[in-house]
């Protein structure tokens, strides 16, 4: 992997691993838009200075956009979204087998001793 495209994964990475951002993107996947104050209440618990914080970052890296209905996710904010359903599908069978690693092993049953 090249210096620039391991610099462009860490920049994504660092936009997504902020406070709330996933949720913002999350809030929006039905592709339907949202007023600030319908956003807020989806995303839950965030502060209006947070979620505007999140908002600017995201507009700024052409993932989200406001039009006349409010915010939305942008064709590539929903190619993101449709790359990252691949990893959390990765992400489930990745915890059912830590799972399966961690789970207390079961002891077969013992054959009776010969007489």
């Known amino acids: 992997m090249s210096t620039k495209e391991t610099a462009a994964i860490s920049q994504l990475l660092a936009l997504l691993e ?12 039905d592709g ?3 007023t600030f104050r319908l956003l807020q209440d989806s995303v839950g618990g965030v502060t209006p ?4 914080t999140r908002i600017k970052e995201l507009r700024e890296a052409g993932i989200l956009s406001h039009g006349g209905e409010g915010y ?3 064709a590539s904010g929903l ?3 449709k790359r990252l359903s691949d990893l959390q599908a990765f992400a489930v069978r990745w915890q059912q087998g830590q799972a399966r690693k961690t789970a207390p092993a079961v002891n077969p049953p ?3 001793p010969a007489a």
């Open 18 to 29: 902020a406070r709330y951002a996933m949720r913002v993107l999350w809030a929006l996947r």
């Open 49 to 52: 200075n947070t979620l505007n």
């Open 32 to 34: 339907h838009a949202q």
């Open 110 to 112: 013992q054959a009776a």
């Open 79 to 81: 190619d993101l979204l």
């Open 72 to 74: 939305c996710l942008t």
